[in-house]
C-alpha cells in the first residue's frame, strides 16, 4: 500500500508518525514538503528535516520533484493532506480516490461576523468543493467536529487525530517519578497571549500567600517576557519563580522529566497544544485549559489530569493546589497520564489503527472500529468562545 503524507514541511511532531507509517510492513510511504521550514523556526533551533530523512520528498528543490509529487498525489493509494496547495490532491479527490484531510479547528478566535466570512469563504474555496463519500477528516482538535457541522462538511467522516510527539518508554518510570523535585511546577512554550503564562505567576502569588512550598519554572520566549519578568518582580517571587528562557524541544523534555506538575493555560486559539502529549509522557500531573484542541481527547478529567475552565484562574490554582498537597492523588494522575499516551495516544497505535480504518472503507465494511484513542469517531463537543 502506498501511502502519501503531503504538508509544508515537516517537523519534530510529524516525525514519530512518518517513522511508523515506514516500519509498517506492506507500507511504502512518501512525505512530500511542499515548502522550506521558515527561517524564524531555524533561528529557534529547529533542525531542517526536509533535507534530512530520504523519505522527504521537496517539491520545491527541482520541477522533476514537482512532476513526482503530484503523481504521487494522483496515484497513490492513500493520500493524507494538511497545509499544502489544494492542486495537488484536487483532481484525486475530485475523482473519488481514498483521501484524508488533517487539520485543526476552522474557528480560533472569538465569534465576529467578520472571521466568520472569513473561514466561510475559505472553506468555499478548499473544502466545500470536493466533498465526496470518498473524502474523511482526520480532525486535530477536539473541537474540529462542531466547526464542520455548521457546514455540514464531512458528514459522518470525522475521527479523531492528533500531532503524535515522541513517546517514550522509560525503563524504570518509578524511578523517573522518585527523582522529580519536590514540589515542581513546569510552564512551557511562547511567552504570547494566547497562551497565558501570566494565569502561571497569579497561580504562585497565591500560592506563596497560603504558604504553599512551591517551585514555579517558565520556559520560553516572546513578547510577554519583560511583562513576566516585572510581575515576577513586583509580587516578590524571584526566589521561587524562574525564567528560563528559549532551549531545544530535548530540553525542554528533561525539565518535563524532572517537574511533577505541569500547567497549560492556553485559550481556544491553542489549536492542538503538542507540550500535553509531551508532559503526560514525561509523567507530570497536569492541569489544562478546557478550551485547548488536545485536551478533550487525551485527558480524562480526575483520571489522569485536572481539567478547568479557560480563564478562570480560581479553579486554575485550585487545581494546582491540590496536586501539591495530596501526593497520592497526583501521583495516580501522572501514572495514568504516562499509560494513557504508552497505550492510546502514540504515532504506532495510530498509524495501526489509520491502516485498519483504510481497510474497512475500501472493503465498505463498518468504519466505526474504535471507541476511544485514534481513529474513533469524532462527536461534536461545544466549543468556547
Known amino acids: 500500500m502506498t501511502v502519501v503524507l503531503l504538508s509544508n514541511f515537516l517537523n519534530h511532531h510529524q516525525l514519530p508518525l512518518c ?30 528535516m526536509n533535507h534530512t530523512y530520504k523519505f522527504v520528498l521537496c517539491t520545491y528543490d527541482c520541477d522533476e520533484n514537482e512532476r513526482k509529487a503530484l503523481e504521487l498525489c494522483n496515484n497513490c493509494d492513500v493520500l493524507i493532506t494538511g497545509s499544502a496547495p489544494d492542486y495537488y490532491f484536487r483532481k484525486r479527490v475530485r475523482d473519488k480516490k481514498l483521501t484524508f484531510k488533517y487539520g485543526e479547528r476552522f474557528f480560533r478566535t472569538p465569534f465576529s461576523y467578520k472571521n466568520v466570512l472569513q473561514r466561510t469563504g475559505s472553506m468555499l474555496k ?13 480532525c486535530a482538535s477536539a473541537f474540529m467536529p462542531a466547526d464542520c457541522k455548521k457546514y455540514n462538511l464531512f458528514p459522518d467522516r470525522i475521527y479523531k487525530w492528533a500531532y503524535f510527539t515522541e513517546v517514550i518508554e522509560y525503563n524504570d518510570f518509578q524511578s523517573l517519578m522518585g ?6 511546577i513546569l510552564w512551557a512554550g511562547r511567552l504570547i497571549g494566547l497562551k497565558h503564562p501570566d494565569a502561571s505567576i497569579l497561580v504562585a502569588e497565591r500560592l506563596r500567600e497560603n504558604n504553599i512550598p512551591f517551585e514555579l519554572n517558565i520556559i520560553g520566549s516572546g513578547e510577554l517576557e519583560d511583562t513576566l519578568k516585572e510581575m515576577i518582580k513586583d509580587k516578590g517571587l524571584q526566589d521561587c519563580v524562574h525564567m528560563l528562557g528559549s532551549m531545544s524541544a530535548r530540553d525542554v523534555r528533561r525539565y518535563m522529566e524532572a517537574s511533577q506538575i505541569f500547567l497549560f493555560t492556553s485559550d481556544m486559539n491553542e489549536g492542538w497544544g503538542a507540550v500535553l502529549n509531551e508532559s503526560m509522557n514525561s509523567g507530570c500531573a497536569v492541569v489544562a485549559s478546557d478550551a485547548i484542541g488536545s485536551v478533550p481527547f487525551l485527558i480524562r478529567d480526575k483520571k489522569n489530569g485536572l481539567v478547568y475552565e479557560s480563564g478562570n484562574v480560581d479553579e486554575l490554582y485550585e487545581a ?9 492523588y497526583r501521583t495516580n494522575l501522572s501514572y495514568a497520564a ?13 498509524v495501526d489503527r489509520f491502516l485498519n480504518l483504510v481497510k474497512a472503507i475500501k472493503n465498505n465494511e463498518t468504519c466505526n472500529i474504535y471507541d476511544t484513542g485514534p481513529c474513533s469517531k469524532a462527536r461534536v463537543i461545544e466549543i468556547k468562545g
Do not use: C
Not at 506492506?26 to 533551533?45: K, S, W
Not at 478548499?126 to 482526520?138: A, C, D, G, K, S
Not at 527523582?179 to 515542581?184: L, R
Open 179 to 184: 527523582n522529580k523535585k519536590t514540589a515542581s
Open 338 to 350: 504516562y499509560n494513557t499516551m504508552l497505550d492510546t495516544w502514540n504515532a504506532d497505535v495510530a
Open 19 to 48: 517513522k511508523a507509517f515506514l516500519s509498517t510492513e506492506g507500507v511504502d510511504f512518501t512525505f512530500i514538503a511542499t515548502e522550506n521550514i521558515p527561517q524564524e523556526r531555524l533561528d529557534l533551533g529547529y533542525d531542517d
Open 320 to 328: 494546582t493546589h491540590l496536586l501539591l498537597t495530596n501526593s497520592s
Open 126 to 138: 478548499h473544502l466545500i468543493p470536493y466533498q465526496n463519500e470518498n473524502y474523511y477528516l482526520l
